[in-house]
């Protein structure tokens, strides 16, 4: 960790005045709320909180890959094996109001936030009710589903209007337009979206045009809608994968409702 150096460039751009908020990393000023220097030589943006990693003259997420320390290369993380069922939470350290907040499933929508709505008929089903408190999911080569019991599953997809949710239980009804494909979920790393160009996920407030329900809405970014879902006050965060430790047979919810 080279410190000293960017304190004295700090102190030096005070004295300049105009400059006061900038460092330097070898022969580039940069500012520090939007930029991570390495080795006093590269500079990598700040995205979702994240500052990017450096390797081999390439920036990278923490959340989507990582740099063999042997060869200096940078390659995928791997995907979890089909079907491990994992939770998301959100992270962007720069936002307090939304960092590590658990996603969750309310009204065949998710939340970054909020409480997990899930139902079980007790009486045909029993003991064999699971918990139904955290909002579980699985994917599969692409497609990502909910961890749940109910016959014929709750498949998870990216709605037209950029808004995840899922389908109802009993229900194959999918919004026209919706991606059902094109998600991973990398083991130790993220829940990404490879439909949208890298452009990442937000979560919008409850009063921005794309909210609802009182808790932060996850939505997709995309190029085109970058610009308005920043105007409306939605939070750039990445979503991490935690496995659930459980058991085989072990569901997250009967249904999530
Ligand atoms: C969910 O319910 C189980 C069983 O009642 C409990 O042990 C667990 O702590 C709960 N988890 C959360 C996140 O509320
Ligand atoms: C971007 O998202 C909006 C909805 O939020 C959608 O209407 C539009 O088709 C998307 N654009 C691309 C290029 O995917």
């Known amino acids: 960790m080279v410190r000293s150096p ?3 460039a700090s102190i030096l751009a005070g004295i300049n005045g105009a400059l006061a908020a900038l460092l330097t990393c070898g022969p580039f000023q940069y500012d520090p709320a939007q930029y991570v220097c ?17 390797c081999a ?43 590590g907040l658990p996603v969750s499933a309310t009204g065949l929508k998710l939340y970054v936030g909020g409480t997990t709505s899930s139902y079980c ?21 692409g497609s990502v589903s909910m961890n749940v019991l109910v016959p014929g599953g709750q498949a998870a997809y990216l709605g037209p209007d950029s808004i995840m949710g899922y389908t109802q239980a009993h229900s194959a009804y999918i919004p ?8 991973a979920a990398y083991a130790g790393g ?4 490879l439909n949208s160009g890298g452009w990442g996920w937000v979560a919008c407030p409850s009063t921005s045009p ?8 996850l939505v997709a970014r995309n190029e085109t809608t970058a610009g308005e879902l920043a105007v409306w006050g939605c939070r750039e965060v990445n979503l991490k994968v935690e496995v659930v430790d ?12």
């Not at 026209?176 to 998600?183: D, I, L, Y």
């Open 57 to 99: 003259g390439a920036c990278y997420s923490k959340f989507m890959y990582t740099c063999s320390p042997q060869t200096n290369t940078l390659s995928l993380l791997p995907t979890l094996p089909p079907g491990t069922p994992f939770r998301l939470s959100a992270s962007n350290p720069s936002e307090p109001g939304v960092h």
């Open 210 to 217: 794309v909210g609802g329900g009182g808790y932060w809405r």
């Open 38 to 54: 390495w080795s006093n030589a590269f500079l990598c943006p700040i995205k979702a909180g994240e500052p990017l990693s450096y």
């Open 176 to 183: 026209e337009g919706s991606k059902r494909t094109g998600f």
């Open 190 to 193: 993220g829940f990404v979206n």
């Open 121 to 141: 008929p007790v009486a045909q089903v029993g003991a064999a009710c699971p918990a139904g408190n955290t909002t579980q999911f699985v994917a599969f080569d």
């Open 246 to 257: 459980q058991r085989p047979g072990e569901f997250g919810a009967w249904q999530y409702a």
């Open 6 to 8: 960017l304190i004295t």
